[in-house]
């Protein structure tokens, strides 16, 4: 039997494409959580690689070992140090409970009363009651099951190690699984699949860039915030806001329990207030600021970053939110630049143009291999005068 007798015919060849195709998206619809834990996975990953990258060129160490180190280094870092410090600082997280419960019963002690103010009186006492209901339903066992809280709003422990385990994966594996990608386009086409994923890699990177200045700029403005007030601590705090920043979900309301319980604990230098007063001070103002980093800064520094429009990348981090939550807001600005990219790609191939523009090359920055050769121009010819 010859060789042409055996290739299937084209119909027949995109009919099985399409089934696979229409397969792949069914499976990722009934396994969407296991979809959103590799995509955390996947995150941390690309967060934590540029180390890896780091290690292997700057040291003569090979890319595994280069992966433990960052993979365990982080881990310690990220999971070991808040597991042993828990058991440490219980006590003194069922003494901040027990100050948010005196300050719910003060609050509801106020609102039971009517309030005067510019000859006008007010009526908060059916705000002062469900206050009450709040505080039976939730802070008044905190004290005494606060570990157990911990434990119940924490992540699944089965998903955990799923991310876990995910996340050394992509980091040890992603050489070959980007070569395997690759591979799946027609050998014709391979050359635009590697131009193709050194733009969306130079767009993913521009991110982690915007997102390390966003980092900078919120631990700066929230230290200079904790300052003024008078805060002990206030570079701590701070600089616990900005790494928290990258944190999904879980990292706003960590940066902002920390500086709360602080303010519990030791309260103002110079605030002559309660301690439970300031806490309060401190938690509208985190809110204030948190709020003007994810509507105004956020859209603006992504927007330089990744040369997008700012309103645009603001409609889009609203939008994901609606849908997604925190996660979504944090990666929609590189799915939508990368989105684009591949846009720009098959437009111009249904086109019949070139399938990369320069300008396109050009918006994220020039490759360094284009620059090396001008660099060395003035050199070659210098040698050539002398």
């Known amino acids: 039997m010859s060789v042409e ?11 099985v494409a399409l089934i696979l195709f229409f397969a792949f998206i069914a499976l990722l619809i009934y396994a969407h959580e296991a979809v959103k834990a590799l995509v955390i996975a996947a995150f941390v990953a690309y967060l934590i690689s540029p180390a890896v990258g780091y290690l292997t060129t700057r040291t003569r160490l090979s890319r595994t070992v280069s992966v433990n180190i960052v993979y365990f280094s982080a881990l310690v870092f990220l999971v070991g140090v808040p597991a042993t410090l828990t058991p440490i600082f219980f006590d003194e997280i069922k003494i901040v409970a027990q100050d948010l419960l005196d300050l719910s019963r003060e609050v509801s002690r106020t609102l039971s009363d009517p309030v005067e103010f510019g000859g006008m009186v007010f009526h908060f006492e059916q705000l002062g009651e469900s206050l009450s209901h709040v505080q039976d339903a939730v802070l008044t066992p905190l004290p ?24 050394h994966l992509f980091m040890s594996e992603w050489p070959r699984m980007r070569q395997a990608i690759i591979g799946l386009a027609p050998l014709e086409y391979q050359e635009d699949m590697h131009e193709l994923y050194s733009r969306l890699r130079e767009v993913w990177m521009a991110y982690l860039r915007g997102q390390i200045v966003l980092m900078v700029v919120v631990g700066i403005v929230f230290t200079i915030a904790w300052t003024i007030m008078g805060i002990p601590g206030a570079l701590v705090l701070g600089v616990i806001a900005g790494f928290f920043t990258l944190i999904p979900d879980v990292g706003p309301f960590l940066a902002v329990a920390v500086a709360v319980a602080v303010a519990l604990l030791e309260g103002s230098s110079w605030i002559p207030l309660s301690n439970a007063w300031v806490a309060v001070i401190v938690f509208i103002v985190y809110l204030v600021l948190i709020n003007l980093k994810n509507f105004l800064l956020r859209p603006y520094i992504m927007g330089r970053s990744l040369h997008m429009n700012e309103a645009l990348i603001f409609i889009s981090i609203m939008i994901a939110t609606i849908l997604e939550g925190i996660m979504g807001a944090l990666l929609i ?21 070139p399938p990369f523009a320069e300008e396109d090359s050009r918006q994220f920055g020039p490759p360094a291999d284009k620059l090396q050769p001008q660099a060395r121009i003035p050199k070659r010819e210098k040698k050539k005068n002398s």
């Open 333 to 353: 600005v590189p799915l939508l630049a990368s989105v684009i990219v591949v846009y720009k790609y098959l437009q111009r191939r249904i086109l019949g143009l």
């Open 5 to 15: 007798q055996k290739k299937w015919s084209r119909p027949f060849r995109y009919t």
């Open 144 to 167: 005494e099951e606060a570990l157990a809280l911990l434990e119940t709003t924490s992540v699944s422990v089965l998903w955990f190690l799923v991310i876990i385990v995910s996340v």
